[in-house]
C-alpha cells in the first residue's frame, strides 16, 4: 500500500485558503486519493476523492498533478470550524479481500484562527 | 440519519475484563473494517471483513477478534483489555465493486480500562 506523507500541522487564519499537500510516491496505478476530516471525538468524515487532474465539490478541490506522486487539497475561505485534523489516503477500495482498506497516515491538523 | 451505528458510545471495562462492541450499517455494503484510534494519533486497521471473508492485519494482537454474523451488524471482541487498549474503536463500511468507492465511518466507540 502507498505512504503517504503529510505536514503535522498548518495554521491559518479565517478567511484564507488553506492548501495541504500530502507525498504519494508509490501510488498505485488502481489507486484513488481520498481526503477524509475528522473533528475531535468523532469518526473521519469524507471530504473529497480524486483519481488524475481536479476535482471540485461544494466543501473543496483536489489537485493532482501528472505523475500522481502528490495531491493538494485546497480549502476556501476556511473558518474557525475548518480546525480539524486531515489525512490523505491512498488506496484501492475495490475488487478482492486482498484490497479493499485503507491506512492512515499521521494527518495534518489545521488550526483556524481568528 | 446514521449510516454506520456503533454501539455503545461509551464503554467503561475493568482490566481483563471481556468486552464487545458492536456496529450496524443501513447501507448494505461488502466490506467492514474495525480501526483503532488512541489520543493524538491516526487510526490504525485491525482488520476487516469483505463479506464474511476476514482479513486480519499482521500487527493486531490476538487479544483482539471479530465477527460478522451477517452483512448489517460486525463485532469487535477484546478478550482481555489491558489498559493500553482504551482507545476509540471506529467502524467503517464500503462498498466495492466500482473505483473510487468512499469508505463510511461510524462516530466510534470510546474504550476506558479501570
Known amino acids: 500500500l502507498a505512504k503517504t506523507t503529510q505536514p503535522i500541522s498548518m495554521d491559518s487564519y479565517e478567511g484564507q485558503e488553506v492548501n495541504i499537500t500530502c507525498s504519494h510516491n508509490?501510488?498505485?496505478?488502481?489507486?484513488?486519493i481520498t481526503w477524509y476530516q475528522q473533528f475531535p471525538s468523532q469518526g473521519p468524515r469524507f471530504i473529497i476523492q480524486?483519481?488524475?487532474t481536479k476535482v471540485t465539490n461544494e466543501v473543496a478541490s483536489l489537485f493532482i498533478p501528472a505523475d500522481r506522486k502528490s495531491s493538494t487539497l485546497s480549502l476556501p475561505r476556511v473558518s474557525l470550524s475548518d480546525t480539524a485534523v486531515y489525512y490523505c489516503l491512498v488506496g484501492d477500495i475495490e475488487g478482492s479481500s486482498n484490497t479493499g482498506k485503507l491506512i492512515f497516515g499521521q494527518g495534518t491538523t489545521l488550526q483556524v484562527k481568528p | 440519519d446514521a449510516m454506520v451505528i456503533q454501539n455503545p458510545r461509551y464503554q467503561v471495562t475493568q482490566f481483563g475484563k471481556p468486552v464487545t462492541l458492536s456496529c450496524s450499517q443501513t447501507l448494505n455494503h461488502n466490506v467492514m473494517y474495525w480501526y483503532q484510534q488512541k489520543s493524538s494519533q491516526a487510526p490504525k486497521l485491525l482488520f476487516h471483513y469483505y463479506d464474511k471473508d476476514f482479513n486480519n492485519e499482521a500487527d493486531t494482537p490476538d487479544n483482539f477478534q471479530s465477527r460478522r454474523p451477517n452483512t448489517s451488524f460486525c463485532f469487535l471482541d477484546i478478550r482481555s483489555p489491558g489498559l493500553g487498549d482504551a482507545a476509540m474503536y471506529l467502524c467503517a463500511t464500503s462498498r466495492p465493486g466500482g473505483r473510487g468507492n468512499t469508505i463510511y465511518f461510524g462516530e466510534g466507540s470510546w474504550l476506558t480500562v479501570v
Open positions: 480524486g483519481y488524475k
Open positions: 508509490n501510488i498505485a496505478t488502481n489507486d484513488y
